[in-house]
């Protein structure tokens, strides 16, 4: 069951004769697809990779032969 904005979803269960109620409300601006949707977009999305120098790989320690 998925909560959408301003839905809510309770549950009971009774342990021991002792009746517990949850209740779980969602108030987001985003449905669990959207926010989904929006993860996987955001993992294919690129970035720009640092230029390597010889500068760069003797400040990080690392020899050049």
Not at 2 to 15: M, V
């Amino acid at each position: 069951m998925f909560l959408f904005e301003n839905d809510f979803r309770a549950s009971t269960k009774t342990i021991r004769g002792v009746r517990y109620i949850t209740v779980s409300f969602y108030g987001g601006d985003k449905d669990i697809f959207q926010k989904v949707g929006g993860l996987i977009k955001s993992d294919f999305s690129t970035t720009k990779i640092a230029e390597i120098t010889k500068d760069s790989l003797v400040d990080d320690g690392i020899a050049i032969a």
